[in-house]
């Protein structure tokens, strides 16, 4: 039978502008969040974390937000450049088993386009 | 910073062969190390946590003797997909975590695997 790929959400912005990408997460017992940068064929890249206990962390260019009333995460980026331009994933660090077992889960991915 | 390396960086196998990929981190010792299969457009799917000197734990749905893990040491973890079919084409890409480390992973640049 005929297969349906499934598409990235795309985020469109013009260079110079900010960014604001968004994720919801499932599992409100995950302590830590982290986003990730993927450029095409490469692996992920960490960019900023944040730990359950902060609401607001800022990086170089980059601000995460979290906001576990309605568990979701928020990544922002200032003065947008081409070289942003990558697929962005948010992560979740969950506990599952207990123990020293750590387990990262991602969130489906925001494709952004930057536009010179 | 932390590398991860991962080798081969790409590998074409016929239907029935076995594959050997390996995920090194080569400035610091990783107790855990993880293994991710990404299709196109999708997100990052975890298929198992190895654990250096024990068994690895998988992900619900992922044959474990298809897809054998070995933690040899605290700098190698290998994933070797046996009697690969066409349907195992991907993107494999493996994390370490830091030993001692409470958060972040470090991920290798992955392996795009294609059988014929």
């Known amino acids: 039978g005929e297969s349906v790929g499934l598409h990235l959400p795309t985020l469109s912005v013009q260079e110079g502008d900010n960014s604001i990408i968004n994720c919801a997460y499932s599992n409100s017992a995950s302590d830590y969040f982290i986003w990730y940068k993927q450029e095409s064929g490469k692996g992920p890249q960490f960019i900023i974390d944040i730990r359950s206990n902060m609401d607001k962390r800022q990086g170089q260019r980059v601000t995460v937000l979290l906001n576990k009333t309605v568990k979701h995460l928020s990544l922002q980026i200032a003065a947008t450049q081409p070289g942003d331009s990558a697929v962005y994933f948010c992560?979740?660090?969950?506990?599952?088993?207990?123990?020293?077992?750590?387990?990262?889960?991602f969130g489906t991915g925001t494709k952004l386009q930057v536009i010179p | 910073g932390a590398v991860v390396s991962q080798h081969p960086s790409r590998v074409i196998c016929k239907s029935g062969t076995s594959v050997k990929i390996e995920c090194r981190s080569l400035d610091f010792q990783a107790t855990t190390m993880f293994w991710y299969r990404q299709f196109p457009k999708q997100s990052l799917m975890l298929m198992a946590t190895?654990?250096?000197?024990?068994?690895?734990?998988?992900e619900q749905g992922v044959e474990k003797d298809k897809f054998l893990i070995n933690h040899a040491s605290l700098t190698l973890s290998t994933l070797t997909v046996t009697s690969a079919h066409p349907e195992d084409s991907s993107f494999y890409i493996c994390?370490?975590?830091?030993?001692?480390?409470?958060?972040?992973?470090?991920f290798g640049p992955g392996t795009r695997l294609t059988v014929t």
């Open positions: 992560a979740e660090n969950s506990n599952p088993l207990g123990g020293g077992y750590q387990k990262v889960t």
């Open positions: 994390s370490a975590r830091r030993s001692g480390s409470g958060g972040g992973q470090y």
């Open positions: 190895s654990n250096e000197g024990s068994k690895a734990t998988y």
